[in-house]
């Protein structure tokens, strides 16, 4: 749970507290990422791992 809005990592959409969204963490070329996605990214997001 958010305790204050954060902004999507790809569309900037404002996630409040209680909105859906997803957290994901992964390893870049980089280093770690965590990237919090609204729940319209997330829907793009899951397509796009199922290589739709
Ligand atoms: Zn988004």
Redesign the pocket.
């Known amino acids: 749970m958010l305790r204050r809005t954060h902004e ?6 404002d ?1 409040a507290p209680g909105d859906e969204y997803a957290a994901v963490d992964g390893i870049a070329p980089d280093g770690e990422i965590r990237v919090l ?6 829907v793009d997001f899951s397509r796009f791992l199922d290589g739709a």
Do not use: K, N, T
């Not at 999507?8 to 959409?13: I, L, Q, Y």
């Open positions: 999507c990592d790809r569309c900037g959409a996630i996605l609204c729940a319209a990214c997330a």
